[in-house]
């Protein structure tokens, strides 16, 4: 392990992953890297204007002698609503974890898990919120509202709540989500009660010194076991013109959103699949350059967020309409999730497949996108195939 600067260490991406228990306030894992930070300091407080607020915050610690800080945590789906962002007190960072690994044997499932029938499945409770009927009823009145040209797309999400026998072990679920799926971005943020905790597929955007990503997903179809329905399914969506719609609406969006900020704007005419362990999603890669350093990675996810990946078009009529029909409050899911540095470079994904755990529960979430050609049970089955992700990290 090599010491590069007082509060930075560098070390393996799997030490990392090995080292993180819910004290930790953060734990990030991307294709550019892993971060894993200790202690809090210097919070950032709840501001119309996110970016400069970061910025200050991290001007604050660098005159506090820290000369490489880092700005990390969530922000809520409402971002009017407080942030959890701070500057840790110390940071381990390493590269990227590997493609494939196995978890050491200490996270592997213990003996009593081997039994073919697991304690914790038959006596761990489930709560859908709401039950799937009113879901369906959900989908199916707003489908009225965007056949009706009220709207041209929603995002309407559910809530599974879980009590388990046993307390959750946050470090191990975080193992296991990144060893099943260590191309996504693995996630905690200790919340103080409770932590966010997922395997998020989605980069709303980086950047990286000039260099502007951002990659939007929209259009989703469930895996399956089976590899010949698998690749059916992989077609099946590159082929549907109601989800290449529900995904051009967010591409759209996210390249207005850069158009101001960023010169060299690419945004290809094709998408293109991506895959989770759970889910194939139409996928496309926006890029761009910064046309001023002073548009920071906060800048461009503020510019950006909520997407139509997450919320709808028109924002304000689908706003309206997830208060009207959601039946709870979203808090940090389809939030930020990441990190920015002094220089303004950073990674901010996407809140999705993951959940608010704390003690024995836990609150998981997924949400689908609506178009006028939605169908109700189709739209349930998606957002029942996005719980496969932390259901399965949580082993029930
Ligand atoms: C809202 C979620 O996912 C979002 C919605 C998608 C869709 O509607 O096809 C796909 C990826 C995400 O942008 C979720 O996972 O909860």
Partial sequence: MTITHPNVTVG???????????TAPFFFASPRGTLLAEGRSHPVPATADLSTAVRDVLDLATADGDDDPLVVGAVPFDPSATPRLCVPRRIRRSGPLPSRFALPSRFALPS????????????????????????????????????????????????????????IDIGTLLRRLAARDPAGYTFAVDLGAGTLI???????????GDLVTANPLAGSLPRSDDPFEDFGQAQALLAS?????????????VADGLRPLCTDLEVPAEPSLIRTAAMWHLSTVVTGRVLD???????????LHPTPAVCGTPARAARAAIAEYEAFDRGFYTGLVGWENNSGDGEWVVALRCAVAHGSSARLYAGAGIVADS?????????TAKFRTMLTGLEL
């Fill in 12 to 22: 393996r991406a799997l030490d990392l992953l090995a080292k993180y228990d819910a």
């Fill in 112 to 167: 009593r898990f081997a039994l073919p029938m697991e304690a914790d499945r038959v006596d761990a409770r489930r709560v859908e919120v709401p039950g799937r009927a009113t879901y369906a009823d959900g989908v199916r009145r707003a489908v009225t509202r965007l056949r009706a040209g009220e709207l041209d797309k929603v995002v309407l999400a559910r809530a599974l709540d879980i009590v388990t026998t046993e307390p």
């Fill in 241 to 253: 013109r109601k989800d290449r719609r529900e995904h051009a609406l967010v591409v759209e969006a």
């Fill in 198 to 208: 997922g395997n998020s597929p989605e980069l709303l955007v980086s950047r990286q």
């Fill in 375 to 383: 169908d109700p049970a189709a739209e349930l089955a998606e957002t």
């Fill in 293 to 303: 350093p002073a548009v920071r990675s906060m800048t461009l996810a503020a510019a």
